[in-house]
């Protein structure tokens, strides 16, 4: 009886094969970036397990809810309704100041008018993909329109970026892993720097500071949409600690992310839809 | 092909004795992508054993005749998509200490638990190795000594493995 995958003698030569075809694979999903549909297809066929595997944890949270005390619940109620009616007076001003500030635009001519943003709501189904970079998956994939390098946000601030595209979910890439920046601006002072982020959850490093620029800690910093990934004028972090050294160039400034990025349950897909230019199709798809 | 004419009641028994253990494997290899994706407290997600691979040099030492490297590399491929890492990072170093294993099969048969539990984190380690070497590439390098934890907590982990997939010898259940 012979079996398919039968021991033969050229077991070396398969080996290198294999490391051959490996190496090609990661340059070429690298360089290239020419695997989508590997990726797609694997993590599509996934998906059951992926789900199967997390209904534990959904029971539980479910559970969590359902026995949750009337005494909690009526006090939640009560803190979501002031809540409530405070955002809403907010909202009255906000539409007020949208109104003013369209017609302060007609005024000057501007050809920038605010954007109106589709969104989404998206549970987190994974988080903490790889152990050492910030991914999470979410519920959305390619039947909801979902594209590479979409903007994610929660009810905070910027939380990150879609990185992969599955039919049924994808991955996001966080802000605060290593490998991830945008261009933020300081509300204040209008002052741009590179947000990048450092690994850890609760923090983020703004480079580029000259050592003469006008910072202060607690300064807010927001999307400056310039660098073609995020929407402008998102809240991301707020700046932190400031440090000088003597001889330096640059400052290292450390910021702490607005949203809760390690505590995050449903996040906010964005569809930037620019009124004035006509064009709704989602930007950023150049892969 | 002569021996199988000659002796058709040998050859189903063994073809049926094939295809129990096909599917334990097909089955144990589910478990080990299930424990791979389950959601983990943040606290814990770091001492997470490298299943798969464990699961994987388990079945190669076990059955090296059956469970090549191919499969192998289709699994790692698999853990490369569930990471989100780059696509052939896991599969090359899953090759790698497979290979070895595979190299050392028959010695490894005799070896007892505490020897089998030198041999799994050094069959591990260049698993771990070319992965770090492969982030470091990517300038994505792990900044803490936890990377090479899991190294630790498989090794903890595999007498179990071992045990319940019914040992390298397959002296029991299975």
């Known amino acids: 009886m012979k079996s398919l995958f039968t021991l033969n003698p050229s077991t070396p030569t398969r080996l290198l094969g294999l490391l051959m075809v490996s190496i090609a694979l990661m340059v070429s999903d690298h360089r290239y970036h020419q695997t989508h549909f590997i990726r797609s297809t694997i993590g599509g066929a996934l998906y059951p397990l992926e789900r199967l595997v997390s209904v534990p944890g959904d029971i539980s949270k479910w559970l969590a809810v359902y026995f949750t005390t009337r005494a909690s619940l009526q006090s939640q109620v009560e803190s979501l309704e002031r809540l409530n009616l405070f955002q809403q007076a907010k909202l009255q001003e906000l539409a007020r100041l949208e109104l003013e500030n369209n017609r302060l635009r007609e005024l000057l001519d501007s050809p920038l008018q605010r954007n109106k943003n589709s969104v989404l709501l998206a549970d987190i189904i994974r988080v903490n993909l790889h152990p050492f970079r910030k991914l999470i998956a979410i519920d959305r994939g390619q039947q909801d329109r979902v594209y590479e390098g979409q903007a994610i946000v929660g009810a905070q601030g910027i939380i990150g970026q879609v990185v992969e595209v599955f039919p049924m979910h994808s991955n996001v890439l966080l802000i605060s892993d290593p490998s991830h920046a945008l261009l933020a601006e300081n509300n204040r002072t209008g002052l741009r720097a590179l947000l990048v982020g450092s690994g850890e959850a609760d923090r983020v490093y703004l480079q580029n500071i000259s050592s003469s620029a006008d910072i202060q800690i607690g300064d807010l910093f927001q999307t400056s949409g310039l660098d073609g990934l995020y929407p402008r004028n998102y809240p991301v972090a707020r700046v932190l600690e400031i440090g000088r050294v003597e001889g330096e160039a640059f400052l290292s400034v450390t910021a702490k992310p607005l949203a809760q990025l390690d505590s995050i349950r449903e996040v906010l897909l964005l569809w930037p839809e620019q009124n004035i230019s006509g064009k709704s199709q989602p930007i950023g798809h150049d892969k | ?174």
């Open chain 2, 1 to 174: 092909m002569s021996t199988q004419k000659s002796n058709p009641v040998n050859t189903s028994k063994n073809s049926h004795r094939n295809q129990a253990t096909l599917s334990n494997f097909l089955f144990s290899i589910v478990i080990a992508l299930a424990l791979t994706l389950m959601p983990l407290p943040s606290n814990i997600e770091q001492y997470q054993p490298e299943w798969l691979l464990l699961f994987l040099i388990f079945w190669v030492v076990r059955k090296p005749e059956t469970y090549g490297l191919g499969t192998v590399w289709i699994l790692g491929l698999i853990l490369d998509v569930i990471r989100g890492a780059l696509l052939g990072q896991h599969a090359l170093g899953f090759v790698i200490s497979c290979y070895l294993c595979q190299q050392f099969h028959q010695r490894a048969h005799l070896f007892s638990m505490p020897q089998q539990c030198i041999l799994i984190p050094l069959a591990l380690l260049p698993h771990f190795i070319l992965s770090y070497l492969v982030y470091g590439l990517l300038d994505q390098s792990p900044s803490s000594w936890h990377y090479w934890l899991p190294i630790v907590s498989s090794t903890a982990i595999w007498p179990i493995v071992s045990i319940v997939l019914g040992g390298w010898r397959g002296a029991k259940t299975f």
